[in-house]
């Protein structure tokens, strides 16, 4: 009797395209840099503290849930850290530590393990955590306030404030190049426009999010806002301010392509895509925040399971 | 391999190896010193029930019939000449059982006769007899009409092939056009169907057309030439989930099936040397004919492809064949392709939970919601999947599992799912 050699079995198929979940967590991570590294630069080290804290307190949370739970560490796939690095970038630079640390908490805890882990979650994490905190402790979110010691060239007024409580003539100074160029207030990788813009860009090139998510979502905000806008101009804000300031250029690329609580299919991702959209400018319109990204998201979430039954019928369904 | 490309915003399209116009003949095999014939019927090991007419020691000549219990229609043809050495169970996948029986070969060669007698007059009954074991394959629903609810009217020859890198039926078309054209004449005259179509790549139409069929093209990209799709695309007609073609109406042979068939009523003796492709470590894909019977083992031998532990040998393409355990696994009538991978290169699967990525839904060619199935599926609710995420839809194609960022064995899911809904079905009906 030959010594028999032992090979692999497994299923068909045999190829696969090499993708992988943790190629897709550090492309993400990879997307936010340019506008991380803006805020690094506009609002120094306590930037970097804050999103050094905050993805590091990710990460720890998610492995001492995976003790806790006897699960094989998860925090290899990158999930961790893209939460937390997101959390990051939607806070003010001069956030206590606690704040992100109760913050991220929230976040991977309570927005994603306690659902199960990565994939389970019916709401995006980070907009878990980011409600909360917001929420528990409002001030800390005054960005006029909070980043009163900032002094730059450029008005330090947050822009979605100015309009809340002044009106559309406060808004005049703010310009759509400084704006897209990152001239604003407001949180750490949320202000340069720009930035997000293309790494957006990178992220839907290398199909690491649905395009159709975040092109309904912007076409939503601009188009709400225009009607707004139109109907009287004196008291709501042009469209193209609302897409360029407050969270909504993150939350296009960023927030709500977040796969878990998207939909998959085309027609509803246009749907919650734009429904976001549509209930953002409504919050910061005409309800009580001052920026409507966040609770817009969160409720776009909430619709994703019913919107995504909408689906195409089967090859050789018989209904 | 084909990786993802940088840019992947649209969806992957793989297309199926093209043939030249002008191929080089296929490398020949030379005979094994020992031959394995599979016949389609468990082996009762112990002899208890049945007793079984092949011995050891019983001589083989090259085209005979060999037949295992006196009682059973299945047959297989010998491919060698030489002495029967052994005959022992075989295990497939999907718990298919069947009766190996080997051959050691004997140097001078000798063609058994028997089936040139039937030449003269091509009937059902000749091809059922005879010829349901030649290279390529001859679905058995051809020539057993009388087993199926709806009478077959229609047969697609496919002048495609099913997996990537695979060129087996595309060579038949090229270079077999006068044993096809045979091969349609005897199919019209012993089955009486004379809707016959032959499913071609557009640039192989002009050798497809001589064939005498009607030439319908198929798309270059992978999945079109599944079943399935083949009878959306070129047939118009959208098989319901959970029926097959044949329910149809519709029946597949292979082109090299229906070249064999031709061939054998155009020479007499019953064909056995088998093409298919080997597609070796690096991805490269030669055709090959070699004898029905040749352990794989040979064929990697007359490449020169070391073999190791922990590699994995793939009966079929890349995308939809079956991963085998041994070197001693024969080829069989209907093995297009063998695939060696290196274990540096396999991509394994992972137990990690599905992430919602969605790349899946747009490459599905049945527009399954595979996101959802999935879910189902890993927690065993086999029925729920069937009812409300339409598994019964799955054509197999395997392109779910090749996009899958988390890596889920999403295909291995769904069959399991169906084996095991069809196992509690068939327990039903029995119980009753």
């Known amino acids: ?319 | 391999m084909i990786k993802r490309s940088f840019f992947a915003l649209t969806k992957p399209r793989m297309t199926y190896q093209a043939i030249e116009l002008t191929p080089p003949e296929p490398k020949k095999i030379p005979t094994p010193k020992q031959a394995m014939l599979l016949l389609n019927e468990p082996y009762d090991s112990f002899g208890q029930k049945k007793s079984a007419q092949l011995k050891k020691g019983d001589p083989v000549k090259t085209g005979q019939k060999l037949t295992l219990y006196e009682d059973s229609d299945a047959y297989v043809v010998s491919s060698v000449t030489g002495t029967v050495s052994a005959v022992s169970p075989f295990f497939g996948d999907f718990g298919r059982s069947y009766a190996a029986i080997s051959v050691d070969v004997a140097e001078n060669e000798e063609m058994d006769e028997q089936f040139s007698a039937f030449v003269k007059e091509p009937t059902l009954e000749t091809v059922k007899n005879w010829l349901a074991f030649i290279p390529g394959n001859l679905p058995s629903i051809i020539f057993s009409p009388d087993q199926l609810s709806t009478p077959i009217d229609t047969i697609v020859i496919c002048g495609v092939d099913r997996d990537l890198l695979i060129t087996a039926n595309q060579h038949s078309v090229v270079k077999e056009s006068n044993a096809i054209k045979r091969g349609v004449q005897i199919l019209r005259q012993a089955t009486g169907i004379d809707n016959i179509i032959m499913a071609s790549h557009e640039h192989l139409m002009q050798d497809a057309a001589l064939s005498g069929a009607e030439v319908r093209v198929v798309d270059p990209a992978y999945p079109a030439s599944l079943p399935h799709l083949i009878m959306r695309d070129l047939l118009g007609r959208v098989v319901p989930a959970g029926k097959n073609c044949e329910d149809l109406g519709v029946a597949f042979i292979s082109a090299e099936a229906v070249a064999s068939l031709g061939k054998a009523f155009n020479e007499g003796r019953i064909p056995v040397y088998k093409r298919f492709n080997v597609i070796k470590k690096d991805g490269t894909s030669v055709l090959v004919s070699a004898r029905v019977g040749t352990p794989v083992r040979e064929i990697f031998s007359t490449f020169d492809i070391t073999v190791n532990e922990k590699d994995r040998i793939v009966f079929g393409g890349p995308m939809t064949g079956a991963s085998i355990y041994s070197e001693n696994h024969p080829i069989q009538p209907d093995t297009d392709a063998i695939m060696i991978q290196d274990h540096k290169d396999l991509a394994l699967v992972s137990d990690y939970p599905c992430i919602n990525c969605g790349d899946c839904i747009p490459i599905c060619p049945a527009k399954i919601q595979v996101n959802m199935l999935v879910r189902l599926l890993e927690v065993v609710k086999y029925q729920e999947a069937a009812d409300e995420y339409d598994l019964y839809s799955c054509i197999e194609c395997g392109l779910c599992s090749f996009v899958c960022v988390s890596r889920i064995p999403i295909l291995q899911y769904i069959k399991l799912a169906k084996c095991e809904l069809g196992r509690i079905s068939i327990a039903e009906e029995t119980n009753v």
């Not at chain 1, 839907?204 to 998510?213: D, M, P, Q, S």
Request: charged share 10%; with cysteine; glycine share 10%.
């Open chain 1, 1 to 319: 009797m030959f010594e028999q050699k032992k090979f692999t079995v497994s299923h068909a198929p045999f190829w696969h395209n090499g993708s992988s979940v943790s190629a897709r967590s550090y492309n993400i991570i990879l997307a936010t840099l340019p506008a991380v590294l803006f805020g690094f630069f506009t609002y120094g080290m306590p930037a970097v503290g804050v999103v050094a804290l905050s993805v590091s307190s990710a990460v720890a949370w998610e492995f001492a849930y995976n003790k806790i739970s006897k699960r094989s560490p998860s925090i290899g796939d990158g999930n961790a850290a893209m939460i937390g690095l997101l959390f990051a970038m939607l806070l003010p630079a001069t956030s206590p530590w606690w704040l992100v640390v109760t913050g991220t908490f929230v976040a991977v805890i309570v927005g994603k393990q306690i659902y199960g882990g990565i994939g389970g979650n019916p709401f995006n994490p980070v907009l878990v955590g980011l409600a909360i905190v917001t929420l528990s402790w409002k001030d800390f979110f005054d960005f006029n306030e909070v980043l009163v010691n900032y002094d730059f060239s450029y008005p330090m007024a947050y822009p979605l404030a100015s309009l809340k409580h002044f009106g559309v003539f406060a808004i005049s100074d703010f310009k759509p190049a400084a704006l897209l160029m990152g001239q604003q207030s407001g949180g750490i990788g949320a202000v340069f426009g720009l930035g997000l813009i293309l790494g957006g860009i990178y992220l839907i090139i290398r199909g690491c999010i649905r395009w159709e998510i975040s092109v309904s979502f912007l076409a939503g905000v601009w188009v709400t806002a225009l009607l707004f806008n139109m109907a009287d101009p004196a008291k709501y804000a042009g469209p193209t301010f609302h897409l360029l300031t407050g969270y909504t250029l993150i939350g296009a690329f960023f927030l709500a392509t977040e796969d878990s609580s998207s939909p998959v299919n085309f027609i509803p991702m246009l749907i919650y895509g734009a429904f976001a959209g549509i209930m953002t400018i409504l919050i910061r319109n005409i309800g009580a925040y001052v920026d409507g990204v966040v609770f817009a998201i969160l409720i776009a979430n909430l619709i994703n399971p019913l919107v995504d039954k909408i689906r195409p019928k089967a090859l050789g369904k018989v209904v």
